[in-house]
C-alpha cells in the first residue's frame, strides 16, 4: 500500500455491539436487545475508520491478533475500509483483545480483556519509518513506553501527534500537538478537581491544544496562555454514543491535516462525533465529509 497521511497505533480488538432497549439494567434485572453487531474496538483502531470515511489514507499498528474467527474478522473489516493493516499479522495459537459492548440511547458498559492485553505486553514495537512518512499521527497513550518513544520519534521529525486521556504529568504531553481528554477520565483520576484548574494545568503541561469534552455539554478547548473557550455540540437524538469519543479524536486528527484553526477543528469534531452517535453501529456507518460539513453549516445558522 501507498503513503498513508496519518499512522495511527494503539488499542486494536474485536467488538461485539449490543444495542438494548431503556435504559442499562440493574443487577439482577432484564433488557430487550434491538441490534447486535460485529465490529472493532480500541480507540486507533475507531479513530482509523472514522478517517477512512472522511477519505483519509490510514496505516494502522498496535496490539498483536490472533489467527481465529475474531482477528480474521477485525482484520477484513479494516480492509474493507481501505486501512492498512500490514503491519498486523495473525498470530497463531494466539487470542487477541475481546471486548463485548451493551449500548442504550445515553451510555454504553463495556466488558472486556484489556487489562491482561495491558498486563503481558502483547504489542508491536512503533516503527519510525511508519511516523515519519506521515503527515499526523493519532496515538493512544496505553502502551506507555511505546507510545511515549512514538510520539518522540513525531515530535523530532515535526509531525504533529494527537492523543486522548493521559493525566497532567505524563511525558506524552511534551510531545504532542493535542490532546483529547474525556469526562469519564477526569471523573476517573481527577474526581475532586475543578475543572477549571485542571484544564489550566493540562494548558501548563503541554506547548499543544488541551481539549476536554463532556458529552452533550460544550466542549472546552485552549492552549498555553489563552482563555478557555467552548463549543456547544450539535443538538441530536443519540442512538448509540459508542464511538462518539474516538470520532471526536478523528476530528482533531483531520483538523490538523487540514492545518484548521482551533475553533474549526472542535466544531468539526463536535459534527463529526454527534454524527456518529445518530447511527448503529456508528463508527461502521461514520459519516462522510460532505454530512459533516452540512451538520457544522447548519449548526451555525
Given at each position: 500500500?501507498?503513503?498513508?497521511?496519518?499512522?495511527?497505533?494503539?488499542?486494536?480488538?474485536?467488538?461485539?455491539?449490543?444495542?438494548?432497549?431503556?435504559?442499562?439494567?440493574?443487577?439482577?434485572?432484564?433488557?430487550?436487545?434491538e441490534?447486535?453487531?460485529?465490529?472493532?474496538?480500541?480507540?486507533?483502531?475507531?479513530?482509523?475508520?472514522?478517517?477512512s470515511?472522511?477519505?483519509?489514507?490510514?496505516?494502522?499498528?498496535?496490539?498483536?491478533?490472533?489467527?481465529?474467527?475474531?482477528?480474521?474478522?477485525?482484520?477484513?473489516?479494516?480492509?474493507?475500509?481501505?486501512?492498512?493493516?500490514?503491519?498486523?499479522?495473525?498470530?497463531?495459537?494466539?487470542?487477541g483483545?475481546?471486548?463485548?459492548?451493551?449500548?442504550?440511547?445515553?451510555?454504553?458498559?463495556?466488558?472486556?480483556?484489556?487489562?491482561?492485553?495491558?498486563?503481558?505486553?502483547?504489542?508491536?514495537?512503533?516503527?519510525?519509518?511508519?511516523?515519519?512518512?506521515?503527515?499526523?499521527?493519532?496515538?493512544?497513550?496505553?502502551?506507555?513506553?511505546?507510545?511515549?518513544r512514538?510520539?518522540?520519534?513525531?515530535?523530532?521529525?515535526?509531525?504533529?501527534?494527537?492523543?486522548?486521556?493521559?493525566?497532567?504529568?505524563?511525558?506524552?504531553?511534551?510531545?504532542?500537538?493535542?490532546?483529547?481528554?474525556?469526562?469519564?477520565f477526569?471523573?476517573?483520576?481527577?474526581?475532586?478537581?475543578?475543572?477549571?484548574?485542571?484544564?489550566?494545568?493540562?494548558?501548563?503541561?503541554?506547548?499543544?491544544?488541551?481539549?476536554?469534552?463532556?458529552?452533550d455539554?460544550?466542549?472546552?478547548?485552549g492552549?498555553?496562555?489563552?482563555?478557555?473557550?467552548?463549543?456547544?455540540?450539535?443538538?441530536?437524538?443519540?442512538?448509540?454514543?459508542?464511538?462518539?469519543?474516538?470520532?471526536?479524536?478523528?476530528?482533531?486528527?483531520?483538523?490538523?491535516?487540514?492545518?484548521?484553526?482551533?475553533?474549526?477543528?472542535?466544531?468539526?469534531?463536535?459534527?463529526?462525533?454527534?454524527?456518529?452517535?445518530?447511527?448503529?453501529?456508528?463508527?461502521?456507518?461514520?459519516?462522510?465529509?460532505?454530512?459533516?460539513?452540512?451538520?457544522?453549516?447548519?449548526?451555525?445558522?
Amino acid at each position: 500500500m501507498g503513503k498513508h497521511e496519518v499512522y495511527a497505533y494503539g488499542v486494536v480488538s474485536s467488538s461485539t455491539l449490543y444495542r438494548i432497549k431503556g435504559k442499562f439494567p440493574q443487577a439482577q434485572g432484564y433488557a430487550e436487545i434491538e441490534d447486535v453487531h460485529h465490529m472493532t474496538g480500541g480507540e486507533a483502531t475507531n479513530s482509523s475508520i472514522v478517517l477512512s470515511r472522511l477519505g483519509v489514507s490510514v496505516k494502522l499498528d498496535g496490539n498483536w491478533l490472533g489467527a481465529d474467527s475474531s482477528g480474521e474478522r477485525t482484520r477484513a473489516i479494516l480492509s474493507d475500509f481501505g486501512i492498512d493493516t500490514s503491519r498486523l499479522p495473525l498470530r497463531k495459537d494466539y487470542v487477541g483483545v475481546q471486548e463485548v459492548v451493551v449500548a442504550d440511547a445515553d451510555s454504553r458498559t463495556i466488558f472486556g480483556t484489556y487489562g491482561r492485553l495491558l498486563e503481558k505486553a502483547e504489542w508491536n514495537e512503533p516503527v519510525a519509518d511508519d511516523i515519519v512518512g506521515a503527515a499526523v499521527v493519532c496515538l493512544d497513550p496505553f502502551f506507555v513506553e511505546q507510545a511515549t518513544r512514538a510520539a518522540k520519534i513525531a515530535f523530532d521529525a515535526d509531525v504533529p501527534v494527537v492523543t486522548v486521556d493521559c493525566k497532567t504529568d505524563d511525558e506524552l504531553l511534551s510531545f504532542t500537538s493535542a490532546v483529547v481528554i474525556a469526562e469519564s477520565f477526569i471523573n476517573e483520576h481527577y474526581p475532586d478537581r475543578e475543572v477549571e484548574d485542571l484544564i489550566r494545568e493540562y494548558q501548563a503541561a503541554t506547548d499543544g491544544l488541551v481539549v476536554f469534552t463532556f458529552g452533550d455539554a460544550p466542549v472546552w478547548f485552549g492552549r498555553r496562555g489563552e482563555a478557555v473557550r467552548l463549543v456547544e455540540p450539535p443538538t441530536i437524538d443519540p442512538v448509540d454514543t459508542t464511538g462518539g469519543g474516538d470520532a471526536f479524536r478523528a476530528g482533531v486528527v483531520f483538523g490538523s491535516l487540514k492545518g484548521w484553526d482551533d475553533q474549526k477543528t472542535i466544531r468539526f469534531s463536535a459534527a463529526l462525533a454527534a454524527l456518529v452517535c445518530t447511527r448503529f453501529p456508528g463508527v461502521l456507518d461514520a459519516p462522510g465529509l460532505s454530512e459533516v460539513v452540512e451538520l457544522m453549516e447548519g449548526d451555525a445558522s
